[in-house]
């Protein structure tokens, strides 16, 4: 059997879908089983830029967009977070909410690690003085 690649372009899936991820839990979650499912691969925060072929033979180009921040080594202890001056609104609160320039994009993100915006980012360097495990980040 194939793969199924679901790509997203925004740290976060499409706001509908995001707004359910978030809001429910994990067992019941549809990205949450897709991210489970050996045939589909997920790819957040990624862009098509091309497509080459004919049904059911597709060669499909994927950039994959810079996080900034090592899924691998951030252990989300938060104090990045906690020392970024930037706040800009939350793209799903309703307006009602704020995050950093350097954040989770949401509870149940995958993969689950802090990514930051470079539209919002200031280059401070703040995050990067308190990052503990070091070189999790690189701005
Ligand atoms: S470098 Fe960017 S993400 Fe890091 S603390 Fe400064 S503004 Fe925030
Ligand atoms: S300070 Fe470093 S390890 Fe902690 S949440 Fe931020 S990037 Fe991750």
């Known amino acids: 059997m194939g793969v199924i690649s679901l790509c997203w372009i925004k740290p976060f899936p499409p706001t509908p879908v995001a707004s359910v991820?978030?809001?429910?839990?994990p067992a019941f979650c549809p990205i949450y089983e897709c991210h489970l499912?050996?045939?589909i691969e997920l790819l957040p925060y990624s862009?098509?830029?091309g497509v080459e072929g004919k049904g059911g033979d597709?060669?499909?180009s994927v950039?994959?967009?810079p996080r900034f921040v090592d899924p691998k080594r951030c252990t989300l202890c938060d104090a990045c977070v906690k020392v970024c001056p930037v706040e800009v609104e939350r793209e799903f609160g309703g307006g009602l909410e704020n995050r950093k320039a350097i954040y989770l994009p949401y509870p149940q993100a995958i993969p689950h690690s802090l990514v930051i915006d470079p539209k919002t980012c200031t280059r401070c360097g703040e995050c990067v003085k308190v990052c503990s495990p070091?070189?999790?980040i690189s701005t």
């Not at 991820?21 to 839990?25: A, D, F, G, L, Q």
């Open 63 to 65: 950039v994959r967009k």
């Open 47 to 49: 862009e098509v830029v």
């Open 21 to 25: 991820h978030e809001s429910t839990p």
């Open 134 to 136: 070091g070189q999790s």
């Open 58 to 60: 597709f060669n499909v």
């Open 37 to 39: 499912h050996d045939n």
